[in-house]
């Protein structure tokens, strides 16, 4: 074990703190963006950017929780190529995520007292930070790949995985 396993933990934390934020976010954004009226028989939608944005959010709670129970409780689930999947498509649906809200809030114009747009503003900022901590672990995960593709062991990196308290 090596002294990954005192940084994994907090970054893990900070993934987490930052999806559900995002989730937070999105939702109100979401949810601003869509009406509804069967009086008016007026339909408006949220923008996909958005709801691609929310299904992230919800998409990483899923993935930390496979990347933190699954090494602890499950360890014939942890994979080293399972985990790298799982993190290199949680990178690279938040790069997709907040570059595509990003530039649609670009197009849109948002005025400068316009709740709704500040809400995915903040989205498209916490999800950038989202983006660059899911890089850091992937390159995390192949490195370990990488380091043990001679050895033929197929078990994740113990160094990488949150360690349960003692």
């Known amino acids: 074990m090596s002294n990954f396993n005192t940084f994994i933990l907090p970054i893990r934390i900070a993934q987490a703190l930052f999806t559900i934020i995002i989730l937070g976010l999105t939702a109100y ?3 601003s963006w ?14 996909s950017q958005a709801n691609f944005l929310l299904f992230c959010s919800i ?13 602890v409780r499950f360890p014939r ?5 399972g985990i790298l999947a799982a993190e290199a498509v949680t990178m690279i649906f938040w790069f997709a995520g907040f570059i595509a809200l990003a530039v649609l809030l670009g197009d849109l114009g948002c005025g400068s007292h316009w709740g709704v747009c ?3 503003e903040a989205a498209v900022v916490f999800g950038a930070f ?11 995960a192949a490195l370990h790949v990488w ?7 197929m078990a994740h990196d113990p160094a990488v995985e949150v360690q349960p308290a003692v």
Not at 59 to 71: C, D, E, F, K, R
Not at 77 to 81: F, I, L, M, T
């Open 118 to 120: 500040r809400a995915a």
């Open 29 to 31: 954004v979401v949810n």
């Open 59 to 71: 998409w990483t709670i899923l993935i930390l929780a496979y990347l933190v129970l699954a090494p």
């Open 34 to 47: 869509s009406f509804h009226s069967y009086y008016y028989q007026y339909y408006s939608y949220s923008p």
């Open 77 to 81: 689930a942890a994979h080293k190529y």
């Open 147 to 153: 380091r043990s593709r001679k050895t033929g062991d």
């Open 130 to 140: 989202e983006w660059l901590l899911f890089t850091g672990t992937t390159i995390l």
